[in-house]
């Protein structure tokens, strides 16, 4: 019992977090047929994540913690609080801030890409599938949404929204979040009908959503990431954009466009839910 209280110190969207941390350590063990596990291990785990996975230095901190979590629960002792270990973070930290004076290239879906892609879903498909398509590209762009929030992640399946999460009013989409990944806390947000018809995502999303026979606790768009992922690519390539585009590229590209638009920048970090300074990154001038 006393371990369930433990366990449970987090919220569950983490817990979730720190169980792909442990499925990824797992299999890396599986993979090396390393069978006791060490500070060594440790280490070797993290020069992994760092080099063949190229993951940041905060994100293999987050990585640790997740451990630190499952030996604190468990009552394992410790096997990375080493100062060899802190160094080796060190100096991956040096390491990466070294490399990164080079802008950070990424792709964004802008307001052009959205029109095209939207008459790519038009040609494609057929017209269900079509206003279905539509409905979460404008959402996605226009309310900043993460690929998680739209489709289903394996991860994270609890912050996709529902059909419930969706009322019109006459001039606003309201969204309601009750959780996302900074928080467990549901939250409203308001997205704005445009006079773009085509691109409207109130417009599209009633287009869609008068058409479907969703209940008020089905997932809102009933694809996987993976999945919103590959009708993308298949979009991209119909409206012959040349660059690679992911799922999260339309809140890159929503984050500059509402920017440039003259947000302010309070105003776009509570609008698309950051708990950090970390869409500055999205909105800089390419």
């Known amino acids: 019992?006393?371990?369930?209280l433990?366990?449970?110190s987090v919220s569950d969207s983490t817990q979730n977090v720190y169980g792909v941390v442990l499925e990824r350590l797992n299999k890396f063990c599986r993979t090396n047929e390393i069978k006791e596990f060490s500070s060594a291990t440790t280490e070797?785990?993290?020069t992994h994540l760092h080099h063949q996975l190229t993951l940041s230095h905060s994100t293999i901190q987050?990585?640790?913690s997740a451990i630190r979590h499952h030996c604190h629960v468990n009552q394992i002792p410790i096997l990375f609080d080493t100062p060899r270990l802190k160094l080796l973070l060190r100096g991956m930290k040096k390491s990466s801030s070294s490399h990164s004076s080079a802008p950070r290239q990424t792709n964004k879906v802008s307001k052009q890409h959205?029109?095209?892609?939207?008459?790519?879903?038009?040609?494609?498909?057929?017209n269900i599938t079509a206003r279905?398509?539509?409905a979460m590209f404008t959402i996605a762009f226009f309310g900043l949404l993460r690929p998680s929030e739209v489709a289903s992640a394996r991860e994270t399946p609890r912050h996709q929204l529902r059909r419930k999460c969706v009322r019109f009013g006459r001039q606003v989409l309201m969204?309601?979040?009750?959780?996302?990944k900074h928080s467990d806390q549901s939250v409203n947000v308001k997205v704005d009908k445009l006079p773009d018809t085509y691109l409207c995502p109130w417009n599209n999303m009633y287009s869609y959503l008068s058409n479907s026979l969703l209940r008020a606790e089905d997932p809102l768009f009933p694809v996987t990431t993976v999945e919103f992922a590959n009708v993308l690519s298949v979009c991209a390539e119909k409206a012959g954009i040349k660059s690679k585009l992911t799922p999260h590229a339309f809140r890159r590209g929503?984050?500059?466009?509402?920017?440039c638009q003259g947000m302010t920048d309070a105003r776009l970090k509570a609008y698309g839910r950051w708990s950090s300074n970390a869409y500055l990154c999205y909105v800089k001038a390419d």
């Open 62 to 64: 987050s990585y640790l």
């Open 132 to 134: 279905m398509y539509k």
């Open 114 to 126: 959205l029109n095209r892609l939207c008459s790519a879903a038009d040609v494609l498909y057929d």
């Open 6 to 8: 433990v366990s449970e």
């Open 254 to 259: 929503g984050a500059t466009w509402f920017s």
């Open 1 to 4: 019992m006393a371990n369930d």
């Open 44 to 46: 070797v785990f993290v």
């Open 175 to 180: 969204l309601t979040f009750f959780s996302y």
